[in-house]
C-alpha cells in the first residue's frame, strides 16, 4: 500500500491558493465603466458612420436610422452585460434572432436594407466582446487587470475595415445607381423580345421612366396583362421604397 508523501499535499495546496488568487482578480467599478463607455462609444461611432454617411446619404429613410442605431446599440448593451454574467453568448444571439423572426417577419425587409442590419448587429458583436482590458502579474500573488492597447487597436481596425468595405460598395452604387420597379402592363403583344424597344419606348412615354432592362413575369391572357419589373437610373435623392406593392387590399 503506498504512502502519500507530505510534500505533495504542500505544493497541492499552494497550487490551488494560486488559482483561488487568480479567480479573485476582477475588474474594478471605474475599470467596468471605462470598458463599458470605450465600447458604447466606439459602436455608436462607427454605426452612426455607416448609417449617416453611407445609408441615410442616399436612402433617406428615418425609420431605418433610428432602427439601426437603437438596435445596434441595445445589441452591445446586452452583449455585455451578459458577458459579466453566466449567460452564455449563444443564448444573447438567439434571443435577438427570436426578436427578428416575431417582428420582422411582419414587413419585407429590402435586402439592402437586412444587410445592414446584419452588419451592424456583427459589429455590436465584436465591439462588445472585445477584451479592453487584460489580466497582469498572473504569476504573482496578487493580478490585476490593465488597460489593453492592443485589443483596442484590433477592435479599432475592425471597425474601420467594415466602413471601408461599406465605404467603397456605396460610392460604386452612388456612381452606377440603379432601381428597379413593378409595374402591371396591358398591353400584352409587346412584352415579346423582338418588340422589346417598343415595350421600353412605350413605358417611358406613359410613366416617364427610361428602362435600361425588363423582366418579364407572370402574364394573365384572360385579362391582357403582365406584371414587368423594369430597371432603371433613378434621379438624384430619389427614393424607391414601394416598387414591390402590387396591389392594393380592398376593404373587407
Not at 471605462?34 to 433617406?60: A, Q
Not at 420597379?181 to 424597344?197: F, H
Request: glycine residues 4%.
Amino acid at each position: 500500500m503506498s504512502s502519500i508523501d507530505p510534500s505533495d499535499a504542500v505544493i497541492n495546496d499552494s497550487e490551488l491558493i494560486d488559482i483561488q488568487h487568480l479567480s479573485d482578480a476582477v475588474l474594478s467599478t471605474s475599470q467596468n465603466l471605462t470598458e463599458l463607455f470605450v465600447k458604447f462609444f466606439v459602436n455608436l461611432l462607427v454605426c452612426w458612420t455607416l448609417v449617416h454617411c453611407f445609408y441615410y446619404r442616399k436612402s433617406h429613410r428615418q425609420d431605418y436610422y433610428f432602427t439601426f442605431l437603437t438596435f445596434s446599440s441595445a445589441m452591445l448593451l446586452l452583449l455585455y452585460m451578459m458577458g459579466n454574467v453566466e449567460v452564455g453568448v449563444g443564448l444573447t444571439l438567439g434571443l435577438f434572432a427570436i426578436f427578428g423572426i416575431i417582428r420582422y417577419r411582419t414587413e419585407t425587409i429590402p435586402i439592402h436594407e437586412m444587410t445592414y442590419l446584419f452588419v451592424i448587429i456583427a459589429l455590436a458583436a465584436v465591439n462588445g466582446l472585445a477584451p479592453v482590458f487584460q489580466l497582469t502579474n498572473v504569476e504573482s500573488a496578487n493580478p490585476s487587470y490593465e488597460l489593453s492597447t492592443g485589443s483596442i487597436l484590433i477592435m479599432v481596425i475592425s471597425n474601420l475595415l467594415a466602413i471601408c468595405l461599406i465605404g467603397i460598395l456605396e460610392t460604386e452604387r452612388l456612381v452606377h445607381p440603379t432601381a428597379s420597379k413593378l409595374i402591371l402592363y396591358d398591353k400584352i403583344d409587346l412584352i415579346t423580345p423582338e418588340r422589346r424597344s417598343e415595350l421600353i419606348r412605350d413605358i417611358k412615354q406613359r410613366t416617364g421612366i427610361e428602362a435600361t432592362h425588363v423582366e418579364i413575369g407572370h402574364i394573365d391572357l384572360l385579362k391582357d396583362a403582365a406584371f414587368i419589373k423594369i430597371y432603371y437610373s433613378p434621379q438624384k435623392g430619389e427614393t424607391n421604397t414601394i416598387a414591390d406593392i402590387t396591389k392594393l387590399k380592398q376593404p373587407a
